[in-house]
């Protein structure tokens, strides 16, 4: 793969943080085999997380690609409307927000999302295992929501940049073991999705997560913290890793 576009892509999305790009149709440069997504951030350099239409957030390589996508890649990221610089205005009128990639694998998580936003007034949201959709009379409510949805343990993309979940970090110092807290598992197919964070960060290779567990420990061999942060955030779960 040209370096340049390498570098150009880590710099945008390292920057931006979380960035939404445009849905779009995605061609596997193999056998022309169709994929329906959204962008959501480089994993690595060779490596991009795409939020399918549906819910799930898969890795995709850069190389696997038709030269089409790849194009439409380095041209988003080349586009100054695309970064996210500084604090964008929130809505002042009603607001309607799309959040999808959200780890929504069964009634417990959905029940999960419902009891975060409880109380909020003037909020409208509608939960089903693909997504979540909030309305609320300004986007200051909706934003609220979002934050609290967060807290709860969950994560995913927004189709408002100025209305989303806020970008959060951990430590890129390796180590052997973090302790991760305030991760919804309420169910067996909560703790395999701790299984698929193991798998996509190197170095790490065990975990004690357990149903309902309120922190859990990751251990193995010089790995970085942020990345375990990134893949619960592709796989549309949150939490706080020290």
């Known amino acids: ?133 909030l309305k609320g009379k300004s986007g200051k409510e909706v934003q609220t929501a979002i934050d609290a949805i967060a807290a709860a343990g969950f994560y995913g993309m927004s189709n408002n940049q100025a209305v989303t979940f806020k970008q959060e970090t951990a430590s890129e110092e390796s180590t052997d073991s973090v302790t991760v807290s305030n991760v919804h598992l309420c169910c067996g197919k909560c703790v395999r999705s701790i299984d698929a964070v193991i798998s996509s960060v190197e170095g790490a290779t ?10 859990f420990t990751i251990t193995g061999e010089n790995f970085k913290p942020g990345d375990v942060l990134a893949a619960l955030h592709a796989e549309g779960m949150n939490g706080k890793v020290k």
């Open 1 to 133: 793969m040209n370096m340049k576009l390498v570098v150009l892509l880590a710099a945008v999305v390292f920057t931006a943080g979380f960035v939404s790009l445009s849905a779009r149709t995605w061609t596997r440069a193999s056998d022309g085999a169709k994929i329906e997504g959204a962008f959501v951030r480089m994993k690595d350099a060779g490596t991009i997380y795409v939020a399918r239409t549906g819910g799930a957030t898969i890795e995709l390589s850069l190389e696997s690609l038709s030269a089409e996508d790849q194009n439409f890649i380095k041209e988003k990221a080349a586009t100054p409307t695309v970064e996210v610089t500084g604090e964008m205005e929130i809505p002042k009128g009603e607001t309607e927000v799309e959040l999808s990639g959200v780890h929504l694998c069964c009634g417990g998580c959905e029940e999960g999302v419902q009891r975060a936003v409880a109380g909020i007034e003037d909020l409208e949201i509608d939960t089903s295992r693909s997504s979540i959709t």
């Open 206 to 215: 065990k975990h004690d997560a357990e149903k309902n567990s309120k922190s």
